[in-house]
């Protein structure tokens, strides 16, 4: 008993070191990826380039695929907000499909509908409605399933009247991504 409590302490003391490397390069990565996502969304995408690619290149090292994915759905709206629309396409739907394979469903269906705005801003309409066709959001809280499906109801209605625009989409979006932070709010549609 001893001699195997001895052995598991040894196990301890050898990673140990390595466990803490580990937490300080997530953390250092964390705090990139987030760096990054505010200069992302103040605009700033020169300053946002550098950190997010930094955080990616720490998440990979880590093994860390969910993060890595992430970093990657910031790096392409940055190529669609800087106007590099195909590179910013083709790397939401490389996202969104890592994301479904992952069984991230709300995040693979909000990377679903950057790319859908993005290929309505690029005068792309025709792959869109498959894109969002079963778009899916699940939520743990009723309310907050109801909202989500009122918000996707008015998705598919704009879909099927053959309205549908970058900005209906982005609206949609929008609310969605919200939604966990203000799970009372309600839809309202776009006027």
């Known amino acids: 008993m001893r001699g ?3 052995a598991r302490l040894t196990a301890v003391a050898r990673t140990s070191p390595r466990l803490a490397r580990v937490r300080v390069t997530a953390q250092r990565a964390s705090a990139m990826q ?3 996502a505010c200069y992302v ?3 700033k995408y020169s300053q946002a380039l550098p950190q997010l690619l ?17 970093t990657g759905r910031r790096l392409a709206t940055i190529h669609l907000k800087t106007g590099h629309l195909d590179a910013g396409i083709a790397k939401l739907e490389e996202t969104y499909r890592a994301l479904q394979a ?6 693979s269906s909000l990377a679903r509908m950057e790319a859908a705005e993005a290929l309505l801003a690029a005068g792309r309409p025709q792959t869109v409605p498959n894109l969002l066709r079963d778009v899916a959001f699940n939520f743990a809280a009723e309310g907050m399933m109801r909202n989500a499906r009122i918000a996707l109801a008015y998705l598919h209605e704009a879909l099927a009247s053959g309205r549908v625009s970058s900005d209906v989409v982005r609206h949609v979006r929008a609310y969605l991504e919200d939604l966990p932070a203000h799970p009372s709010a309600r839809f309202s549609p776009l006027q």
Not at 54 to 70: C, N, P
Not at 102 to 107: A, D, I, P, S, T
Request: charged share 30%.
């Open 41 to 43: 969304e103040l605009g």
């Open 54 to 70: 930094d955080a990616m290149t720490l998440w990979e090292e880590l093994g860390f695929q969910l993060e890595t994915i992430r």
């Open 34 to 36: 987030n760096a990054g």
């Open 4 to 6: 195997r409590a001895e």
């Open 102 to 107: 992952l069984g991230v469903v709300n995040e």
